[in-house]
């Protein structure tokens, strides 16, 4: 996955970047003076904050995927309500003008899970992003 792959490569720069704040005259003397060093771990800094980002946007497009199915499912089941009234009240051939036909059913089905189901998976996906 990228974003282990991310974090991986990331962490090897951080587990670089102690060996060579611990050993900067042997780091110096070999061409890697401190400014090297300071360089590498102002990447270093800006690696992980654009990672941090990355993981909120990740976080933040799934909640608000969540939230949209949701509305959805609710916007569904009031249709629902509405389609079974006019069913039961309006002739075959005045359906059309709400978007549906005869033949079709009245109750919306879907195939996705519950929502607490989705929330679940959310919270687990942060969790490994965390780790």
């Not at 587990?15 to 061409?31: D, F, S, Y």
């Not at 679940?120 to 996906?125: C, F, H, K, Q, S």
Request: hydrophobic letters at 40%.
């Amino acid at each position: 996955m990228l974003k282990r792959d991310f974090s991986f490569r990331i962490n090897k720069i951080k587990q670089l970047l102690g060996g060579m704040k611990t050993r900067p005259t042997e780091l110096a003397a070999w061409g890697y003076p401190a400014e090297f060093i300071d360089g590498l771990s102002s990447i270093y800094d800006e690696l992980v904050q654009l990672q941090d980002e990355r993981n909120a946007n990740i976080t933040a497009g799934k909640a608000a995927t969540v939230k949209q199915q949701g509305l959805l499912q609710d916007a569904e089941k009031q249709a629902t309500m509405v389609r079974q009234s006019v069913r039961s009240r309006l002739p075959k051939s005045d359906w059309n003008q709400f978007g549906f036909y005869p033949g079709e059913t009245a109750t919306a089905k879907s195939d996705e899970p519950a929502i607490e189901l989705q929330i679940i998976r959310i919270l687990i996906d942060f969790f490994f992003l965390l780790t």
